[in-house]
């Protein structure tokens, strides 16, 4: 296990009528709230009259941002970072899942910095200080409701890079699993990928001796296996969409990295394909990750796929290790199948043409991944399997 | 998966050599401290002296409580009151296993009380206020490193109580696994025990809708039988070392519980044991346990006993379930063996006389559990069947 500083400080409130606990906690960083969000889905929901309600209630005043894309852009986040400015905000309040929680963060960081706000997501470094945020998650995906990390997109140039301070981490989310029963079946299909994608990225790794991260790595997956294809088939669930709500959290919030070295691959190469194409990150993961996995088994990452295949999908394991190891990774591509997502990337209308210029940005940072370190012509060799 | 509120404040410093962040993050909450210790392995093991030089090197002043008790006895907290307040002392550190931390705990929560200190402990409603707290972890097993809670016991009047409060998680654990090589084999052994308890006491619950806080107790369990054996075997192997002192915090912090109806019914039990005859508290866990499960097993609990053999131990699912039970039940006894703990209450020194005395005790605040919940009749016949 490698040493690590861990710091969690992000409250959580879990459960049905969870909202209850908003006016209050807002109340404790000031009473001007920025509320950002994406489309009309909480309007429709009516989730976005009954925060109106609570503000109106307790003398909360607040202004808004709404329309933030699936795939945030910088743009969005600089008109935030003027409502801010202009209005002495207290608090956002981001009321959605990841794509407006990340904007958020970065309207947050942005409100503190002088220059384009472009620079402090390429160079988080750039970052000091930060607004505290806080948000209401409608969709059990990229954990971002509870770490310190954000992912935002720059249409002008084809980038799309992640962010982080250690400062940036919500003050509190409310994480209340009705709000994710009209989340539709193609949506909550991407959200379980992304949310296996980062317990993937944190699972293989070299650091074998982090058994109880490994132990609780699997414990993550099997409840995504469990629950994914549930969740789809009887969306108001509430013990399936309650797992796969905490699991999206646990997942990346650093339970499962703290001690290990982490692998990020498989995101490194879907964000040159979101970036060049605005496709939806979790179908993106699910498409590459088998490919991927094949590409990094040989024989020094055997044992780990055959841990992986014996531990969370239960295959015998006194078979043959490649064996093991293949149809752990087949099991996986089934997986992503039956909750519907597509499985090739001419689906999704990519093509040949832009995937060298994808590899090469891809490793733009340099080689991705150390578990099994790709070049660009490695990630060019696993956009091309998974045409 | 039931409703609750998740917080988890205390920073982790984890590794080797992480005492070095020791002076700033005391330098945080003031420059007076006082050292709160128990016997003299932290003198012989160098980490006294280490910590002495760095208070010295950073101009911090501190004073010293050392001599606490393995039981830690509410005299020690009283002594620890005075010795704050004559000394405005600004944090408290405690440097040692659980006990040295739960007599800082209630020390610090002392500080503010204004009646006898034993009243808190009765009744943890009358914390107001708490003093920061911070630890330096030589023993793992209590996770009260990254808990909230405090166990003190009254010699005079034969009490054992857990007391408690939302704001005494210390703000921050240094946990360097080599301070934890000389922990001789016995109390490695109990404290392994102590962990695994923690864990049974909220894995088996009413809750099994909270799938995935179940598969993360699993994951924990398994990193226990893992490793605590080894530990055992080869005291200085780092890996084990590492994943049993990351496992006793993770038990207990609440990332298990949350969600979920715990029991807690043979912690109830083993108090009584510890406060009329002052034994070692994992000992007494590890001779409850397998007889409490053996009591709990019936046709509404065999499941959950189930799944704990087929997850936990693999056994094979296919065959009869009370065997599966019963031989979960038998290898959870035999893994005890292996790590050299006695198995019987004679062993300790424990005979019939206050059993019924005990159990009456034990129950004083109510029925203990609700998985399978205990009258003082049921406490007084897992007594017996532990002889």
């Known amino acids: 296990m490698l040493n690590f500083d861990y710091s969690i400080p992000t409250k959580i409130f879990f459960g049905r009528n969870k909202i209850e606990v908003l006016a209050e906690q807002v109340k404790n960083y000031g009473s001007r709230v920025l509320l950002v969000y994406g489309g009309g889905s909480i309007k429709r929901s009516g989730l976005y009259g009954k925060i109106v309600d609570i503000f109106n209630k307790s003398e909360i005043s607040f202004f808004e941002l709404p329309g933030v894309e699936p795939n945030p852009r910088v743009t969005t986040v600089k008109k935030g970072v003027e409502i801010c400015r202009e209005n002495k905000i207290d608090i956002i309040l981001a009321v959605g899942g990841g794509s407006t929680i990340d904007c958020a963060k970065v309207i947050a960081a942005g409100y503190y910095y002088d220059g384009d ?22 969709l059990a995906a990229t954990g971002s409701e509870m770490d310190a990390g954000a992912v935002i997109t720059n249409l002008a140039t084809s980038e799309k890079l992640g962010t982080g301070h250690k400062d940036m981490n919500p003050k509190f989310s409310i994480l209340d699993p009705t709000y994710t029963f009209s989340v539709p079946a193609n949506q909550t299909a991407a959200g379980t990928a992304d949310i296996m994608s980062h317990i993937f990225e944190v699972y293989f790794s070299n ?3 982090a058994f109880v991260q490994n132990r609780m790595a ?10 994914g294809k549930k969740a789809i088939d009887e969306p108001e669930n509430y013990e399936a969409r309650s797992n796969l709500m905490w699991t999206s959290s646990l997942a990346i919030n650093g339970l499962l990295s703290y001690g290990k070295e982490t692998e990020w691959s498989v ?3 879907e964000h040159e394909l979101s970036a060049f194409y605005d496709i939806t990150h979790g179908v993106g993961l699910a498409i590459l990750t088998p490919h991927w996995m094949e590409y990094a088994l040989n024989d020094k990452t055997l044992n780990k796929f055959v841990e992986y295949g014996v531990n969370v999908w239960g295959l015998d394991a006194s078979g ?4 093991i190891a ?9 997986f992503f199948v039956t909750l519907g997502i597509p499985s090739t990337l001419k689906e999704i209308g990519i093509g040949e043409e832009k995937l060298e210029k994808m590899a090469n940005q891809a490793t733009v940072r340099g080689n991705l991944g150390s578990f099994k370190p790709l070049e660009a012509e490695d990630v060019l060799n696993i956009y091309k399997a998974s045409l």
Request: some cysteine; overall charge positive; charged content about 25%.
């Open 218 to 227: 699997e414990a993550l997956l099997k409840t995504c296996i469990n629950y």
């Open 320 to 323: 043959d290790k490649y064996e």
């Open 207 to 209: 650091t074998n001796s």
């Open 326 to 334: 293949h149809s752990a990774i087949k099991k996986t591509r089934e």
């Open 117 to 138: 706000v472009w620079d402090i997501v390429v160079d988080p470094r750039k970052i000091t200080k930060i607004l505290p945020i806080a948000t209401v998650l409608t």
């Open 267 to 269: 995101h490194g190469m």
